[in-house]
């Protein structure tokens, strides 16, 4: 770390091309740079090994290529997720999941990479997502169940002199959930990357000591990629639970 | 923080985010995630239809063993049967030679007694013949007269 230089330089938005539509600044940054590799990545390693395929009908077809293992583990993986926690009518918002979680998943993956920029440590851009699923999910639930939607406020079994206080508290955790499902990524997210850097500014100040950091360094990259899974994990459960939510009420 | 302070790019990056995550929901969903599942699809299939041939060869299998061991069983019972027929047969036919031979003994018995008594009335008969020969024989002897003169 050059002196004087801030652990949340790394968080920096620089912009690559200026742009404008309507009036608004839509510069394609740093940050859109590595959505557009994310997502490029994500089809391209997903597609690729199913394109093979169709040539012949025998069984060597259906051995599956070490590429192809690896995108049936992550459909697999969000397969399972969706169907234990929402159960079979939750095939149609699989699509939604997988591409969420492939996302997050990616983007937390490739800003580990150094000199690369984490778009998930970017409060805005969780927020965005988080509002997409909280929306969706919401129109899913007034679509579904009409106006018995409200009845979601309604914790069934409590005396009616109950609600009165807990409506309002049931409603404020309603709302509140785009905000815990951004902030917990976005904060996850800033604070391994700052932690990172400023473990990294020691083992430049510290000399010879400073292999003790650079090994500190080490296990909380490894810790990092683990929360890079984890919390892209998270967002995809919730999502699932908000849906099952959605489709179920109570 | 730049997350907060840089509040010029806040529009950008929101485009930029739904411009990609459309791209990417819209390419997963019509189009890998399809093909995926039409490939786990297709293997399941095939893993299916052989696990069902493979089921349809264990039953007949089992239904040729079943036809096997009826038939061994058929022809153990006929070979016992053969076996019992025969068995039947021959002690019929041992008993019948036994009584033909009892039979035969018996007559053989019957015609040497009848013979024995027939030679006994001989014999006895020439005993009779002798004693009288040999009575008047000693008669004449000793009283000289003629042979023809003694009434027995």
Known sequence: MAKGESPLKQFEIKPIMDLELFGYDISFTNSSLWMTITT??????????????????????????????????????????????????????????????????????????????????????????????????????????????????????????????????????????????????????????????????????????????????????????????????????????????????? | MPQLEQVEFFISQLFWLGVFFVILFLVLTYFTLPKIRAFLNKRDEFVQSHISKQDELIKKAEQLIENYEQKLNEAKNQASKIIAEAKESALQDSEKLIKATEDKIQQEIKNTEERVSKEKSLAIEELNDQLKDSASTFLSKITSFDKGNIKV
């Open chain 1, 40 to 250: 490029l990545f994500i089809i391209i390693s997903f597609t690729l090994p199913f394109l093979k395929s169709k040539k012949t009908n025998s069984v060597e077809d259906l051995y599956p290529s070490r590429m192809q293992v690896a995108a049936e583990l992550g459909f697999n993986f969000i397969n399972n997720l969706i169907t234990d926690t929402v159960g079979k009518e939750g095939k149609k918002y699989f699509p939604l999941v997988f591409s969420l979680f492939m996302f997050i998943l990616f983007g937390n993956l490739f800003g580990m990479i150094p000199y690369s920029f984490t778009f998930t440590s970017h409060i805005i851009v969780t927020i965005g997502l988080a509002l997409a699923v909280f929306l969706f999910v919401t129109i899913l639930g007034f679509v579904k169940h009409g106006l018995k939607f409200f009845g979601f406020f309604v914790i069934p079994g409590l005396p009616i002199y109950m609600l009165p206080l807990l409506i309002p508290i049931e409603v404020i955790s309603y709302l509140s959930r785009p905000i815990s499902l951004s902030v917990r990524l976005f904060a996850n997210m800033l604070a391994g990357h700052t932690l990172l850097k400023v473990f990294a500014g020691f083992v430049s100040a510290l000399g010879f000591f400073g292999i003790l950091p650079l090994v500190f360094i080490v296990a909380l990259t490894g810790l990092e990629i683990l929360i890079a899974f984890l919390q892209a994990y998270v967002f995809a459960i919730l999502t699932c639970l908000y849906i099952n939510d959605a489709l179920h009420l109570h």
